[in-house]
């Protein structure tokens, strides 16, 4: 089992930034692939930015050139930096971790909650 929590949510007006943290009990370099989602009130979750263990990354389009994604094993961490943040960027952030082998499967954090004012 690996558990995962999350930080750095909160209250940000629009074109502000915010930096999601988190940390995971387990070793990251184990990982196949690590990343974000959010969910929005009456929505359902998506995909907001994915980074593989080779650094290799992914973004949704609606976070490309204002989101940026990063880990660092040494601390079993992973970050979401966040830039230009808009009001549709509201919601719960979860970040997530998927093991194929060790602690196999995919665990994920409490969720932390980003809400930006217009």
């Known amino acids: 089992q690996v558990q995962l929590v999350e930080s750095g949510g909160g209250l940000v007006k629009t074109g502000g930034s915010l930096t999601l943290s988190c940390s995971a009990s387990?070793?990251?370099?184990?990982?196949?692939?690590m990343g974000w989602y959010r969910q929005a009130p009456g929505k359902q979750r998506e995909l907001v930015a994915s980074?593989?263990?080779?650094?290799?990354?992914n973004y949704a389009d609606f976070v490309k050139g204002r989101f940026s994604i990063s880990k660092l094993f040494a601390k079993n961490t992973l970050w979401l930096h966040m830039y230009s943040l808009k009001p549709e960027d509201t919601g719960a952030y979860y970040c997530?971790?998927?093991?194929?082998?060790?602690?196999?499967?995919?665990?994920w954090g409490q969720g932390t909650q980003v809400t930006v004012s217009s």
């Open positions: 387990g070793a990251l370099i184990g990982a196949k692939t």
């Open positions: 980074i593989l263990n080779d650094d290799s990354t």
């Open positions: 997530y971790v998927q093991y194929t082998v060790g602690p196999s499967g995919t665990y």
